[in-house]
């Protein structure tokens, strides 16, 4: 929750607005459909559950989605989100900039909500 908390420091202060961060699958998925999401950063592992589920919800709904998880090299994780980009832990700021502006901004969306 403590890196959760420090992205979300870091996403404000960026200037983006902020809807979470969630910390369960249920909480995620009852939420997405009442928010106007523009884009989201979903960790893999949401309290020891794992959030394909979400992912796959904004995905459905065309709201791109960057993945943050320490297991973002493995390939079984790349094979199973496909195309969406992973962010690995411990995250770099400015690597999350770039991956936000290239996420998101490119296609026709604004600031991220996580």
Known sequence: MLLAMDMEDHLLDRGHRISGPYS???Q???DIPRLNLMGAIVD????GELSFPVIECLKERAI???VCSGYAELPELKARVGDVP?????W????LDAL???TFRTQGATPPVR
Do not use: E, G, H
């Open 44 to 47: 893999l592992n949401l309290n």
């Open 86 to 90: 992973l962010m690995p832990k411990p």
């Open 64 to 66: 791109p989605v960057i």
């Open 24 to 26: 369960r699958v249920a």
């Open 92 to 95: 770099n700021p400015d690597a």
């Open 28 to 30: 995620a998925l009852a």
């Open 100 to 102: 936000i502006v290239q």
